[in-house]
């Protein structure tokens, strides 16, 4: 299983980016979770958003409202758009999958997750 991350860049604060994560040798099966997580050097790594099989999303606070997860099951691949980009979001971005369910309260947290992508930076200017 490969999940490739692509999208990330430099961007003014209060731009937008979307960023893309291409899953191959992993379908799509009945129950599965994908998420967005981002890491900063020297920090732990935070859950951004997660989506489901059945499209159920969950988002951090820090990123609600502005970020929005989704996914093209055709393509097999998961998007993160995000808009209203703030400095505080600089990170490493990387996608994450499972081929089964997790509990909602352990979606955002990164143990669960089996198969990780290498990641792609975004910056934030102000």
């Known amino acids: 299983v490969q999940l490739v991350e692509s999208g990330g860049g430099l961007v003014q604060s209060g731009g937008s980016l979307r960023l893309s994560c291409t899953a191959s040798g992993y379908r799509y099966g009945y129950s599965y979770q994908m998420a967005w997580f981002r890491q900063v050097p020297g920090k732990e790594r935070e859950g951004v958003a997660a989506?489901?099989?059945?499209?159920?999303?969950l988002y951090s606070d820090s990123v609600k409202g502005r970020f929005t997860i989704s996914q093209d099951n055709a393509k097999n691949t998961l998007y993160l758009q995000m808009n209203s980009l703030k400095p505080e979001d600089t990170a490493m971005y990387y996608c994450?999958?499972?081929?089964?369910?997790?509990?909602?309260?352990?979606?955002?947290?990164?143990?669960?997750?089996?198969?990780w992508g290498q990641g792609t930076q975004v910056t934030v200017s102000s």
């Open positions: 994450a999958a499972k081929p089964s369910w997790i509990p909602g309260a352990q979606r955002l947290q990164p143990q669960p997750y089996n198969y």
């Open positions: 989506i489901d099989s059945a499209g159920y999303t």
